[in-house]
């Protein structure tokens, strides 16, 4: 079908809400999207104004925040690919969505997202799930962040990163790379400390040789073993 054509190249399709759907599921949803490409710095949704839009993350990373009572900006969460971006029957954004690197996105219009929903049953009830999940990743988040020490945090962070941002470069049996979509500051940030402490941390787990850190942003998994002892043992 046409549907199936059309979504044949997308990196997520099998982890995200589509990967569950049937091709008629498909047919219905794909008529909405369109995609639609982020750069990093870009909002696709600004907090306090109508939620227009609802979205698959097909690749890059984008952050979600919360502005606090004097005027700051707080991050609150990230989204990685195959996320589900937005919130149906919400007529105002909570948060806004910002691009933390270069993404990609699958875009619904909120409203026929909704008819499309109500129309297939199943489509609801796979996305409610998804909902539950990413509740549940939040609570467990905040035990994270009342919890765990730095270096747990850090080295969590790292863990999570690798397995869940993309863009990850390995080669045969070498060690994992990949590029830190998030400034250190921006890193402390999320996890709730300083970025001094980021730092420290991270030059901690480059001394123990479970990373390595080449270039600004970039990171090496040289002893992942060793990166799950310190994000369970710090």
Avoid at 40 to 55: D, F, K, P, Y
Avoid at 79 to 101: H, K, M, N, Q
Wanted: aromatic content about 4%; some cysteine.
């Amino acid at each position: 079908m046409e549907a199936v054509t059309i979504c044949a190249d997308c990196a997520v399709r099998d982890k995200a809400l589509c990967g569950a759907l049937s091709d008629v599921e498909l047919e219905a949803l794909n008529a909405l999207g369109r995609r639609r490409v982020l750069k990093r710095g870009e909002t696709l949704i600004w907090a306090g104004e109508e939620s227009a839009v609802c979205a698959n993350l097909l690749s890059g990373v984008l952050k979600l925040e919360a502005s606090t009572a004097d005027g700051r900006e707080q991050i609150v969460g990230l989204l990685y690919p195959a996320d589900f971006v937005g919130r149906p029957y919400a007529g105002e954004a909570e948060f806004s969505v910002t691009a933390v690197s270069d993404a990609e996105l699958c875009v619904f219009p909120r409203a026929p997202f909704e008819a499309v929903l109500e129309d297939h049953v199943r489509m609801e009830r796979l996305l409610l799930q998804r909902t539950f999940a990413a509740l549940d990743e939040a609570r467990g988040r905040m035990l994270s962040l009342a919890r765990l020490s730095a270096g747990e945090k850090v080295a969590g962070f790292l863990l999570d990163m690798a397995d869940r941002a993309g863009g990850c470069r390995a080669t045969g049996f070498g060690p994992v790379t990949f590029d830190l979509p998030l400034t250190r500051g921006e890193m402390a940030e999320i996890l709730g400390l300083t970025i001094e402490t980021v730092s420290r941390q991270l030059s901690r787990l480059k001394e123990a040789g479970a990373i390595a850190l080449p270039g600004a942003r970039g990171v090496t998994i040289r002893d992942r073993a060793a990166l799950e002892a310190a994000a369970a043992t710090a």
